[in-house]
């Protein structure tokens, strides 16, 4: 009934996708220091190696080109504030990624947004940590490791 006339490639998506999300990036590290950028490049890390042991174990083989766990993360630290121990960032990527896109069959096969379900079992869990957000202040510097929640 419809056709797709659109040209794009699946990198191409990927592309545009990555430059509307380091623009976030960028504006984060404004307002809230390096720490932003540090959470940025954990929860991409740990997004990425989470889908590269997840698919180790289903006995497949990983496509270098596949930059869906890349994307996850970027999104996934661009939900979390500024102070966010790093300890529930690392496992709230874990939960995105083995629960939100593992559980269900990969990227082809995706049911929910990965995202929303980890961030929103994360939310559940870990409220007190996530649903805090600091004033935003450019050039603040937060420290680069997390305040306590007492």
């Not at 950028?37 to 954990?42: A, W």
Request: some cysteine; aromatic content about 14%; glycine content about 6%.
């Amino acid at each position: 009934m419809f056709k797709n006339t659109n040209s794009k490639t699946i990198d191409s998506v990927w592309l545009d996708l990555s430059i509307c999300l380091f623009s976030l990036v960028f504006m984060s590290v404004f307002y809230y220091g390096i720490r932003a950028l540090l959470i940025v490049f954990i929860a991409v890390l740990t997004c990425y190696i989470t889908d590269v042991i997840c698919i180790y174990l289903k006995k497949g083989e990983y496509e270098f080109k596949d930059y869906s766990s890349v994307i996850i993360g970027l999104t996934y630290a661009l939900l979390m504030p500024a102070t966010v121990p790093v300890g529930i960032l690392i496992a709230g990527c874990i939960i995105t990624i083995v629960i939100g896109k593992q559980a269900f069959g990969g990227k082809d096969n995706l049911i929910f947004q990965p995202v929303a379900v980890g961030y929103s079992i994360s939310a559940l869990c870990w409220k007190e940590a996530l649903l805090l957000f600091p004033k935003p202040v450019a050039f603040t510097n937060f420290s680069y490791i997390s305040q306590s929640l007492t």
